[in-house]
């Protein structure tokens, strides 16, 4: 069974940057699709960031020029980069692998970007 341990949410100021990492349980090298999606009480979880298996990807044009997702396969793990967060960005952090029509949830890690 796969397994996603995410971290590094945390408190920011507008303007500051942080790195999320999921790690996978996984060889993501073997044809794992990964990808960040976030959720805001009351409202739908958005794809934020997503890189496939041949390393293209995509973004939320939210977060576009802003955020980068980059895998780091020797390590098993995805990473997201934000740059420039606003308060906006605030939100729980899902990271999200699939493989043959299976999709896995990591636990979420919390993003709050304030004064």
């Known amino acids: 069974q796969v397994q996603l341990v995410e971290s590094g949410g945390g408190l920011v100021q507008p303007g500051g940057s942080l790195r999320l990492s999921c790690v996978n349980s996984?060889?993501?090298?073997?044809?794992?699709?990964m990808g960040w999606y976030r959720q805001t009480p009351g409202k739908q979880r958005e794809l934020v960031a997503h890189?496939?298996?041949?390393?293209?990807?995509t973004y939320a044009n939210s977060v576009a020029g802003r955020f980068t997702i980059s895998r780091d396969n020797a390590k098993n793990t995805v990473y997201l980069q934000m740059n420039n967060l606003k308060p906006e960005d605030t939100a729980v952090y899902y990271c999200?692998?699939?493989?043959?029509?299976?999709?896995?949830w990591g636990q979420g890690t919390l993003v709050t970007v304030s004064t």
């Open positions: 999200n692998a699939a493989r043959l029509g299976v999709i896995t």
């Open positions: 996984r060889r993501i090298s073997s044809g794992y699709a």
């Open positions: 890189a496939s298996t041949a390393g293209a990807t």
